[in-house]
């Protein structure tokens, strides 16, 4: 049988399998510490940055279109994580300010905007409400000891305490169990 040539450090000199599919540890913006670290610093950005004169008719123009403001906030909120300007949880917690202030825009423009803020049409708003009441009453009805199942209902059976043999506690960190 032929020997198998011998392993060298030649052969481990490659790249490893899916490494340039991944990017550095750290690099990314939102892997680093927020530029602006607090809710106030990031309230004041957000107000000079929508209000300003060159953003005000661009908001005002995409509430024009039909973009819902919350999905608006929302967005603007998804970036300011992405590119590490602040941490979700600050994001958060100014997002009602900034719905806020979008309307503010919309109001200024006389724009009948959609806040977003309820569903979209009757036939949601319906199947919501449907699947609300389905789980309320199941839960009403495990409450009351009994599940629906097709046209009977059948009472629940309580299942006896089965109980747990002792564990004899080990002589030693070493001993077998």
């Given amino acids: 049988m032929p020997n198998p040539a011998p392993v060298t450090e030649r052969d481990f000199d490659a790249p490893i399998m899916g490494a340039s599919l991944t990017g550095e540890l ?7 510490p927020a530029t602006l670290p607090s809710v106030e610093e990031n309230l004041d950005y957000y107000m000079e940055a929508l209000l300003s004169p060159a953003m005000m ?3 005002a123009a995409n509430l024009e279109r ?18 590490g300007r ?3 949880d600050v994001g958060v917690l100014v997002l009602p300010t900034i719905i806020e202030m979008i309307a503010l825009i919309g109001d200024m423009f006389d724009i009948d905007f959609d ?12 199947s919501f409400i449907e699947v609300a009441e389905a789980a309320l009453s199941k839960a009403e009805d495990e409450e009351d000891g009994y599940v629906a199942s097709g046209m009977n209902d059948v009472e629940l059976e309580e ?3 089965a109980e747990e043999p002792p564990v004899p506690e080990p ?7």
């Fill in 26 to 32: 750290g690099a990314k913006p939102y892997e680093q």
């Fill in 66 to 83: 039909g973009r819902r403001v919350s999905d608006f906030a929302e967005f603007l909120v998804t970036s300011g994580v992405a590119e």
């Fill in 115 to 126: 806040m977003g803020l309820e569903a979209r049409s009757e036939e949601s708003k319906d």
């Fill in 86 to 88: 602040h941490t979700i």
């Fill in 171 to 177: 002589a030693s960190l070493m001993a077998r169990r």
């Fill in 159 to 161: 299942e006896p305490e």
């Fill in 57 to 59: 008719p661009r908001i």
